[in-house]
């Protein structure tokens, strides 16, 4: 059995990696080594137990055997998206940090309950989102005042997948959502952090692929979003099939505008005069290492935990009531048609 472990986690915290033989989880693998001393790995891949070898640490089939024998204070979750719920309810119960790819939770209710069990267990529920780390989103965020009043954004961002999904993503049972759950959740994500819920969404789905259609994994959305109590609109576009990948992020207010892709963030005034600039050249990883280094570094920060808890609860009450909004659409058409 574990030993009993103090409040206060360790400078180099004891980490578990769950579902480390993926691809998530081997990107992340080196990256949480550098500020985490990895003292095992739960995957039940055929793949799993020579990477745990030749990692150096001991192989898991299943959480509860790592929860019976490894002692840690941190979990690094990338499992497909069906397992996040029953993964991360079970570190919580064991009183367990949970370090997450999104989504945080599919429904409100679960992410409730997840926040629940956060604050019972006085452990943190940290859900990894990149852009929130990029120095060219940090900008826009931190610059968005300067625009005055904002009143339309649209956002775009479009992968050139030049095949049907595959693996997880192309079963509804694992990746129980298409591509507003996937790629949208960082999206909708850097909209929170900026604006508030909005009040209305009207939402078109959009299937480049039959079988996609036939599991109701949308591969393009298109969201139109109204806010409460402000002029602000915008719009929201994510796909997978386009033909090239591109991410444009614009803002436009009443006194300039912001205009973000990933490599750079420029404030306009009125009339398009640049008036600042802030260029990133990556790489990627630049950003993922201080994403998990600053979540390691704030397991226990309580006012952290409350504001990530908070914008990740409106994350999914936001994407969750899309999906429930087109279930009931699709029940009216249904109860008419019959
Ligand atoms: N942030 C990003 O840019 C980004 C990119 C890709 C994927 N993701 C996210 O990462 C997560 C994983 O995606 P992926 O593409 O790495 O999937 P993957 O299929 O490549 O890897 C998932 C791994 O989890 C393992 N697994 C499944 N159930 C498990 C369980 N109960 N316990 C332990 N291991 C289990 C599988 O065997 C597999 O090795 C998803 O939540 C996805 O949304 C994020």
Same mark, same amino acid.
């Given at each position: 059995?574990?030993? $009993?472990?103090?409040?206060?986690?360790?400078? #180099?915290?004891?980490?578990?990696?769950?579902?480390?033989?993926?691809?998530?989880? +081997?990107?992340?693998?080196?990256?949480?080594?550098?500020?985490?001393?990895?003292?095992?790995?739960? $995957?039940?891949?055929?793949?799993?137990?020579?990477?745990?070898?030749?990692?150096?640490?001991?192989? =898991?089939?299943?959480?509860?055997?790592? @929860?019976?024998?490894?002692?840690?204070?941190?979990?690094?979750?990338?499992?497909?998206?069906?397992?996040?719920?029953?993964?991360?309810?079970?570190?919580?119960?064991?009183?367990?940090?949970?370090?997450?790819? +999104? %989504?945080?939770?599919?429904?409100?209710?679960?992410?409730?309950?997840?926040?629940? @069990?956060?604050?019972?267990?006085?452990?943190?529920?940290?859900?990894?989102?990149?852009?929130?780390?990029? %120095?060219?989103?940090?900008?826009a965020?931190?610059n968005l005042?300067?625009v005055?009043? %904002? =009143? &339309?954004?649209?956002?775009? =961002?479009?992968?050139?997948?030049?095949?049907?999904?595959?693996? &997880?993503?192309?079963?509804?049972?694992?990746?129980?959502?298409?591509? @507003?759950?996937?790629?949208?959740?960082?999206?909708?994500?850097? @909209?929170?952090?900026?604006?508030?819920?909005?009040?209305?969404?009207?939402?078109?789905?959009?299937?480049?692929?039959?079988?996609?259609?036939?599991?109701?994994?949308?591969?393009?959305?298109?969201?139109?979003?109204?806010?409460?109590?402000?002029?602000?609109?915008?719009?929201?576009?994510?796909?997978?099939?386009?033909?090239?990948?591109?991410?444009?992020?614009c803002v436009?207010?009443?006194?300039?505008a912001l205009n973000v892709?990933?490599?750079?963030a420029v404030l306009h005034?009125?009339?398009?005069?640049?008036?600042?600039?802030?260029? &990133? +050249?990556? %790489?990627?990883?630049?950003?993922?290492?201080?994403?998990?280094?600053?979540?390691?570094?704030?397991?226990?920060?309580?006012? =952290? #935990?409350?504001?990530?808890?908070?914008?990740?609860?409106?994350?999914?009450?936001?994407?969750?009531?899309?999906?429930? $909004?087109?279930?009931?659409?699709?029940?009216?058409?249904?109860?008419?048609?019959?």
């Amino acid at each position: 059995m574990p030993s $009993d472990r103090s409040e206060n986690v360790r400078p #180099r915290p004891r980490v578990l990696v769950v579902g480390f033989a993926g691809h998530q989880g +081997k990107e992340y693998l080196p990256i949480v080594r550098e500020s985490a001393d990895v003292v095992g790995g739960v $995957d039940p891949a055929p793949a799993a137990s020579s990477l745990a070898d030749e990692s150096g640490f001991p192989h =898991y089939d299943t959480l509860g055997e790592a @929860l019976e024998s490894a002692d840690f204070d941190a979990a690094v979750v990338t499992v497909p998206h069906s397992e996040h719920f029953p993964v991360s309810t079970k570190l919580l119960a064991h009183g367990r940090h949970v370090i997450k790819e +999104k %989504p945080f939770a599919i429904t409100e209710q679960e992410a409730r309950h997840l926040i629940h @069990l956060s604050q019972k267990a006085d452990r943190s529920v940290f859900t990894l989102l990149q852009r929130n780390f990029s %120095p060219v989103f940090r900008f826009a965020q931190e610059n968005l005042a300067r625009v005055g009043e %904002p =009143y &339309w954004f649209s956002y775009d =961002y479009h992968f050139n997948l030049a095949h049907p999904t595959t693996g &997880w993503r192309a079963s509804r049972e694992q990746a129980m959502g298409g591509v @507003l759950l996937d790629m949208g959740y960082h999206l909708v994500d850097v @909209l929170t952090g900026m604006f508030p819920e909005p009040s209305r969404v009207h939402s078109a789905f959009v299937h480049h692929y039959q079988e996609m259609r036939d599991r109701r994994l949308e591969d393009l959305v298109s969201l139109m979003c109204s806010y409460p109590s402000t002029g602000l609109a915008g719009s929201l576009r994510v796909s997978r099939h386009n033909y090239e990948k591109v991410e444009h992020l614009c803002v436009l207010g009443t006194k300039g505008a912001l205009n973000v892709t990933p490599g750079a963030a420029v404030l306009h005034s009125i009339g398009g005069l640049p008036l600042e600039r802030r260029t &990133w +050249k990556g %790489p990627k990883t630049d950003a993922v290492r201080s994403m998990i280094a600053h979540h390691l570094g704030h397991l226990n920060d309580h006012h =952290y #935990r409350q504001d990530h808890l908070r914008r990740q609860l409106a994350v999914v009450r936001t994407i969750n009531g899309i999906y429930r $909004d087109r279930l009931r659409e699709q029940d009216r058409l249904a109860d008419r048609c019959a």
